[in-house]
């Protein structure tokens, strides 16, 4: 976590993006291989999302991002495209655990100001900022709890289960 | 010190900490639930934690309903890979045909009073209609529960939901479920407890207490938890040799928000594509044309579902011409029941398609798919796009007599009408 420094192009969806919408509920009997899963990511939403999508591209959402399903592969497929962190008002809690467990960047800000493309860079000083460098606004979102910066700081909840061996407040 | 919410004594007693809302707790599991569907990933991450053999597989359940049958060597594989770790381990183990885990935990009586358990599937909040914290999580907290019998929980804030009154003919749990979803939304709960109390309650079997447990996540809520009473001790008696300790909230405890449902006075709803707290009175929609008619899942699967459903069509007469009705028990059980009563002859009779127990055409993983342009009505929790595999179908949610209403009608109609 220290010395986060992310920069990539926003990818912006809306509202209320369930878990099915990020990747089908029926993908995940075939593969669970984020580089196959990530082929069909948001396939019903966006046709040209899964082809247009390039290493560094930040998810950018509205209220209650991965609503639904608690089923990991729609964090794992995410970080199979190499998306590096997701930035949303709000996530649903199944979502938001699973990302930080997986090393997803999940960050809580009001994003209206952010638009399709638009450049972010993402760094951490005191807390995580971000900085919209296509029209200079600057956002600051939600501390993280300190158990989930440990998780996050660890490199997921494997390896912080490895070092640990079980969870430590 | 102001008392406290259900949520708090538990996850207190279950901490070792006064845990209260916002504080976050490291908290003993006492039943986890892994399905077909998300035991497979969670046993790479338990072996890549460098997991071995679990901390304590009594405390582990293993339900494969997510692929019944197996259709493809993909779901086969993922069968045996479940399979095998539960046997090797001597952890429960309910194999594909044995019905819905959320309904397999609840029936065997896992889930119980004043405990703690989550399930790796979103539909673990189903068991707080039994007075136990039960939450969902992913794959890879599973795997951390499996290797240290424990889970950091955030312990959440409280919405008090106090029902009155007792429904009226016609009117269901799920119409209840769902005007709750439209009132809230389906965020209005993120990171909160729904926390069911009220005269209301005695009036409200287990099985229908589980169907507004179930729909808890459907507004963003960690958990959706009841009292325990002699409806509940009665449910469990032949379920479990077990002692539990209920736990009551505190006459002063806290809440963030409070709202009361007069049970009496509500109607039937209906959640319209592609939200579920896209929530309207029923009768917006009526004479809307139905093509598929689902009943079955985890939230309308159970023998009363089957019943009220039943009775709809029976008084009007069976299934309009056009209308594909779909049957999926949520168990063998209730298999079974349908069965031994002559239910299952009944929908047989009026031409349903039987589908083995399970998750079924809930979220398109097996089961009857529906075709493109087609308009269902299901009794299940989801009405996304793409929810029961086909992106180009649209999916109505309702109480089992909502949904045979339109399957009697070939269109969306009150099942107060359908069958006075």
């Known amino acids: 976590m220290s010395g986060l420094c992310l920069q990539g192009r926003a990818r912006v969806f809306g509202d209320d993006i369930n878990t099915d919408a990020i990747i089908s509920s029926t993908r995940k009997r075939e593969s669970l291989d984020p580089q196959v899963l990530r082929q069909y990511l948001f396939e019903h939403l966006s046709k040209e999302f899964a082809a247009s999508v390039r290493p560094g591209d930040i998810l950018v959402a509205g209220k209650n991002f991965g609503c639904g399903s608690a089923m990991e592969i729609a964090v794992t497929a995410v970080l199979g495209a190499g998306i590096p962190a997701v930035v949303a008002p709000s996530f649903s809690r199944t979502y938001f655990r699973n990302a930080i467990n997986n090393g997803l960047l999940p960050l809580v800000c009001d994003t209206r100001s952010i638009g399709e493309g638009d450049v972010l860079s993402i760094s951490q000083a005191d807390g995580i900022s971000i900085c919209n460098e296509s029209n200079g606004v600057r956002l600051e979102p939600e501390p993280l709890p300190p158990i989930m910066l440990a998780i996050l700081s660890a490199g997921g909840l494997v390896p912080y289960m490895r070092q640990h061996g079980s969870f430590t407040l | ?420």
């Open chain 2, 1 to 420: 010190m102001p008392g406290k919410t259900i949520s708090e004594k538990i996850l207190s007693r279950k901490s070792g900490l006064d845990a209260r809302a916002g504080d976050i707790a490291v908290c003993e599991i006492d039943c986890a639930l892994g399905t077909d569907a998300s035991v497979p990933m969670a046993l790479d991450y338990f072996a890549a934690m460098g997991g071995t053999v679990p901390h304590d597989p009594r405390r582990l359940v293993f339900a494969l309903d997510h692929y019944v049958p197996p259709q493809s060597a993909q779901t086969i594989e993922l069968h045996r890979i479940t399979t095998e770790f539960a046997r090797r381990h001597g952890i429960t183990l309910h194999g594909a045909g044995q019905g819905i885990g959320h309904q397999l935990i609840v029936e065997t009586g896992r889930a119980l009073p004043g405990e703690l358990a989550v399930g790796a599937d979103s539909h673990a909040v189903t068991y707080g209609a039994l007075n136990c914290f039960a939450t969902g999580i992913g794959s890879s907290d599973l795997a951390a529960a499996m290797l240290c019998g424990k889970i950091w929980l955030r312990v959440p804030a409280s919405i008090k939901v106090t029902l009155t009154g007792a429904l009226s003919p016609g009117v269901y749990p799920k119409d209840v479920a769902l005007a709750l979803v439209g009132i809230l939304g389906a965020d209005g709960a993120n990171y909160c407890a729904l926390e069911f109390c009220g005269p209301g309650v005695a009036t409200l079997a287990v099985d229908d207490r589980l169907v507004l447990s179930n729909l808890a996540v459907e507004m963003g809520a960690k958990n959706g938890i009841f009292p325990a009473d002699a409806t509940t001790d009665a449910y469990l008696y032949d379920r479990t040799k077990q002692a539990y300790a209920a736990v009551a909230p505190d006459a002063d405890a806290i809440y963030v928000r409070e709202l009361a449902i007069d049970l009496g006075s509500l109607t039937p709803r209906l959640a319209l594509p592609h939200l579920v707290d896209n929530v309207v009175p029923l009768d917006q929609a009526a004479g809307t044309k139905v093509h598929m008619v689902y009943l079955g899942t985890c939230t309308g699967g159970r023998l009363s579902d089957f019943h009220q459903a039943r009775d709809v069509l029976r008084a009007a007469g069976g299934v309009a011409p056009g209308v594909q009705l779909v049957v999926t028990p949520a168990s063998r059980d209730v298999r079974d029941a349908m069965i031994a009563d002559g239910t299952l002859a009944d929908f047989l009779s009026y031409g349903a398609t039987v589908v083995e127990p399970g998750c079924g055409s809930c979220c398109g993983t097996c089961g009857v798919i529906p075709p493109d342009g087609a308009t269902v009505v299901s009794t299940a929790n989801r009405n996304f796009k793409g929810r029961m595999g086909n992106p180009r179908a649209s999916i109505y949610l309702a109480s089992p007599a909502s949904c045979a209403a339109a399957a009697a009608r070939g269109a969306i109609a009150d099942p107060r009408e359908v069958a006075p």
